[in-house]
């Protein structure tokens, strides 16, 4: 079945623990990206990975960090989380010959920062 | 930064009856992808309808069409003979549009459908 998958579905931790969350698809695709979700706010792009080695930032990167050593793997790290990253997390990936194309959305992730 | 606006917080719509969503953009690129995506209370996020700019053509898909103004910077969704499983978040969203690969989201319209 194709599908993005992330891990861990829900995590609750304190400020400053440093954590990460995972990202995985199987479609072969180029393209993927983090998402946070908040009320009132939409979705905003954390970073983006147009292939393996080649990440840039979206618009909200502070307090994040990502690498793409891998076409499937997407890791989304927090190295000193803080309350305000509190938030709905989504992982997704798509084809991109030209601009990104339509996102397939892992389930997400639901962090709470005490 | 280029933005996607959706003015409408939140809308009502009875069962059976037509809602129009509507959503602007700012670009001034030439060719863009533009989506519709629904969030259901399961919080997955599911594509409705895609638009390539380049292609006047309206995307339809089922119960679902567009309005696409490419003058206007305009794209918005119909939604045809509601049902009540079509109560859910809806985000406008544009890939392109900023001229790098970044994919730029609205803020979001909470529709729901009323039996």
């Known amino acids: 079945e194709a599908q993005v998958t992330q891990n861990p579905r829900y995590l609750i931790t304190v400020t400053g623990k440093k954590l990460t969350v995972t990202c995985s698809q199987n479609?072969?695709?180029?393209?993927m990206s983090w998402y946070r979700q908040d009320p009132g706010l939409g979705l905003r792009q954390i970073y983006y990975?147009?292939?393996?080695?080649?990440?840039d930032k979206g618009d909200v990167p502070e307090g994040y960090k990502v690498s793409r050593k891998e076409k499937r793997n997407f890791p989304l790290i927090l190295e000193s989380p803080s309350p305000n990253q509190t938030s709905l997390y989504f992982c997704?990936?798509?084809?991109?010959?030209?601009?990104?194309?339509?996102?397939?959305f892992g389930p997400g992730t639901r962090l709470t920062v005490l | 930064a280029q933005t996607v606006t959706q003015s409408q917080p939140e809308m009502s719509v009875q069962e059976a009856e037509t809602v129009t969503l509507s959503c602007t953009y700012d670009?001034?690129?030439?060719?863009?992808?533009l989506f519709w995506y629904k969030q259901p209370p399961s919080r997955q996020m599911i594509l409705v309808i895609r638009?390539?700019?380049?292609?006047?053509q309206n995307a339809t898909e089922n119960r679902f069409s567009v309005n696409f103004q490419k003058a206007a910077k305009s794209f918005s969704l119909k939604i045809s003979d509601s049902q009540l499983g079509d109560t859910a978040m809806y985000f406008c969203?544009?890939?392109?549009?900023?001229?790098?690969?970044?994919?730029?989201f609205g803020t979001g319209t909470r529709l729901k459908v009323l039996a």
């Open positions: 638009q390539e700019a380049y292609k006047q």
């Open positions: 670009t001034s690129e030439n060719n863009y992808y």
């Open positions: 997704a990936s798509s084809w991109a010959l030209g601009y990104p194309d339509t996102q397939y």
């Open positions: 990975s147009m292939n393996v080695e080649v990440t």
């Open positions: 969203a544009s890939s392109g549009t900023s001229g790098t690969y970044k994919y730029i």
């Open positions: 479609m072969n695709h180029e393209y």
